[in-house]
């Protein structure tokens, strides 16, 4: 085995090293098991990457007549070693669930070693769908060629969705006033204030919801399986496929929450000024067509959830929080997005 990159270990504490390297050592002593080759493999360092709850790495398997990637992705919390394999497992159910679908799929996991809190897959031809929405869908991106090719992969990623919440569908429906909405809004600006978010708009989102849900509360809504972080970086596209991966938070609930929370999360990028916000409505629109495909959707309930995510979006809006010039300009400008866009439609 080739020892971690140099600048590798300038990021890495002493304890991830020894993970990472004991699960090497358990790939290539049991490599059989685990790539099904006749031949031990050597594992090659590519990259390493570092996520807000985890740290991934990235290797190359050189093997007798195979090269293939892996990502081995260990857990911050390294409590959280069931949830790694709940993880593994339903990467594998779901993988399995999917081969009848030539053009969509999910990554396909390798191996979990749990006492490490570590799930390792494979890796994915092609490029996250965030990566090509950056990089097409910028005012100066003129080739209308790649941007309709763009357009495509945003309608396949919808459909990649209807097809993951029939694959995970339950027998049981909720009512729109028990999804917790509310609870989740109020919850959010609790952070807004911290953020020093403080705006009378608050009290104008709580009084639209609440003559919502007035309206709308005994509304039953489908259940299923939710990815829990659906959006463009976790989408993997390429000529042939959808691909789709990480799913540390899978739970079952609403069908609406993972269509808000893709849609909320394309949908801020119209605040930067570099973006064509007609492409990003486009592209939108696009997604909800190959969402909506052959199946009921309420369009007044996805808005209540696309409000809910546009609400914790801003939360996460990383560079409000510092204090330099860029971050007091940033902070003004989009902070104005929001609440232009809140005013828009909590009317």
């Given at each position: 085995m080739r020892s971690i990159r140099l600048e590798y270990l300038n990021q890495m504490s002493e304890q991830n090293t020894k993970i990472l390297n004991s699960a090497i050592e358990e790939l290539q002593t049991n490599y059989r098991h685990y790539f099904h080759l006749h031949e031990k493999p050597e594992l090659i360092p590519i990259t390493y990457l570092e996520r807000a709850h985890s740290f991934i790495w990235k290797y190359r398997i050189?093997?007798?007549?195979?090269?293939?990637?892996?990502?081995?992705?260990?857990?911050?919390?390294?409590?959280?070693?069931?949830?790694?394999?709940?993880?593994?497992?339903?990467?594998?159910?779901?993988?399995?669930?999917?081969?009848?679908?030539?053009?969509?799929?999910?990554?396909?996991?390798?191996?979990?070693?749990?006492?490490?809190s570590i799930i390792i897959t494979e890796d994915a031809e092609g490029e996250e769908l965030s990566a090509q929405i950056k990089q097409r869908a910028k005012h100066f991106s003129l080739d209308q060629t790649k941007f309709m090719e763009l357009a495509t992969y945003?309608?396949?990623?919808?459909?990649?969705?209807?097809?993951f919440q029939s694959v995970t569908q339950l027998t049981r429906r909720i009512a729109l006033r028990e999804c917790g909405l509310m609870e989740s809004i109020l919850k959010a600006f609790k952070r807004w204030n911290k953020l020093g978010v403080n705006s009378p708009m608050q009290f104008q989102i709580i009084r639209y919801f609440e003559q919502q849900i007035a309206k709308l509360g005994s509304e039953m809504i489908e259940m299923s399986g939710q990815h829990g972080d659906f959006v463009p970086h976790n989408v993997i596209v390429n000529h042939e496929r959808i691909i789709v991966f990480d799913f540390p938070q899978y739970r079952n609930g609403p069908i609406y929450y993972d269509v808000a929370r893709f849609y909320s999360s394309l949908l801020p990028y119209a605040k930067n000024p570099l973006y064509n916000s007609k492409k990003i409505n486009h592209l939108l629109n696009l997604f909800i067509e190959g969402y909506r495909k052959e199946r009921d959707f309420s369009s007044e309930i996805f808005d209540l959830f696309v409000i809910c995510g546009m609400v914790n979006s801003l939360t996460r809006e990383d560079a409000l929080s510092g204090n330099t010039f860029f971050h007091k300009c940033y902070r003004r400008r989009v902070i104005s997005f929001y609440i232009q866009w809140f005013s828009e439609h909590c009317i």
């Open positions: 050189d093997g007798h007549a195979t090269r293939k990637g892996i990502y081995i992705k260990n857990h911050k919390n390294h409590c959280s070693g069931e949830n790694c394999k709940t993880e593994y497992e339903i990467l594998k159910n779901l993988h399995a669930a999917f081969d009848q679908y030539p053009l969509h799929s999910v990554i396909k996991p390798v191996a979990c070693f749990p006492e490490h945003c309608f396949s990623t919808g459909e990649w969705l209807k097809l």
